[in-house]
C-alpha cells in the first residue's frame, strides 16, 4: 500500500508569523526614543548601569546647563549699507520737514511702513552727529541693526523696503524720510 502523504498544515507557519510580527512590533513599542538623546534636550537612561556617566544624584537624567547646547555665541552684526547720495546732489537745508515719515529720539517711525512678507520694519533714530542720522532697524522677531551713519538724499535698503534721508535735524532729535520702494 502507498503511503498517503497528507498535505502539510499552514497553522505552524502561521503562528510562526504571527509570533514573529508580534515580537517586532513588541521591540518597536518600547517607549524609548531610538536617538539618545530627546527633543527636550535630556538623554536618555540605562537605568543607572556600569556604563552610565555620573548623575549627581539627580535622577535618571538631568537637564544640561546650557539648556541642550541650543545657545548661540554673539555675533558680531554688520550694520546696514547707506547707498550715497547721487552725484552733484545738492543736499537741502537740514530741518526742512518734508519726509513722509518722521523719527525722533524718543519714538519710532511714525507712520509704519507697509506691511511686505508678513512683516513690519522699525525704525529708531539713536542719534545724530553732525548732519548724519545714527538709525537701527527691527524686522519682525529679529535683532535690533544698526544701520550706517546716514544724510540727507542717501538711500538705505531694509530688506523689502529702501528708504531714503529728506530731513536730519539735530536741535530737534529727528530725521525725516521717504519710502522709494
Known amino acids: 500500500m502507498a503511503l498517503l502523504r497528507r498535505p502539510l498544515s ?4 502561521r503562528l510562526a508569523g504571527a509570533l514573529l510580527a508580534v515580537s517586532l512590533l513588541a521591540a518597536g513599542c518600547t517607549g524609548e526614543d531610538p536617538d539618545p538623546t530627546s527633543t ?3 538623554v536618555a537612561s540605562d537605568d543607572g548601569g556600569a556604563d552610565a556617566p555620573d548623575q549627581g544624584g539627580a535622577g535618571d537624567a538631568t537637564e544640561p546647563s546650557d539648556g541642550g547646547g541650543r545657545t548661540a555665541a554673539a555675533v558680531p552684526v554688520e550694520p546696514i549699507e547707506v547707498t550715497p547720495a547721487p552725484e552733484g546732489f545738492e543736499p537741502p537745508a537740514p530741518c526742512t520737514h518734508e519726509g513722509a515719515h518722521l523719527v525722533s529720539a524718543d ?24 548732519d548724519k542720522a545714527q538709525l537701527t532697524v527691527t524686522i519682525g522677531e529679529g535683532e535690533p541693526r544698526p544701520v550706517e551713519d546716514a544724510a540727507i538724499g542717501e538711500t538705505i535698503g531694509l ?12 536741535d530737534q532729535d529727528q530725521v525725516e524720510f521717504d519710502l522709494i520702494d
Open 159 to 170: 530688506d523689502l523696503w529702501t528708504i531714503s534721508i529728506t530731513s536730519v535735524c539735530s
Open 107 to 130: 519714538a519710532p517711525a511714525t507712520p509704519e511702513l507697509p506691511e511686505r512678507g508678513g512683516d513690519v520694519p522699525v525704525i529708531e533714530l539713536t542719534g545724530i552727529e553732525g
Open 40 to 42: 527636550d534636550g535630556t
Open 10 to 13: 499552514t497553522r505552524p507557519v
